[in-house]
């Protein structure tokens, strides 16, 4: 019929979106809205293919900040 999939992947706490390798100490960029976490340098360069700033797991433009 109509059936359609609802799963979502849902990285662990430490885990970076982009990369799916394990957040140590460092630079992470965290989304505002949604709390996923990425390497800083994972999310650059997920950033300059796409032009603008928004978050992979929500969609939510504007919304990461970098935590050092």
Known sequence: GNCKS???IVPQPDTCLVCWNTIE?????????????MHQACEEQYRKKRKYNHCPH??????????I
């Open 6 to 8: 609802t799963s979502t």
């Open 25 to 37: 100490e460092g630079r992470t960029t965290t989304c505002m809205e949604c709390n996923i976490k």
């Open 58 to 67: 929500c969609r939510q433009r504007g919304r990461l900040a970098v935590i």
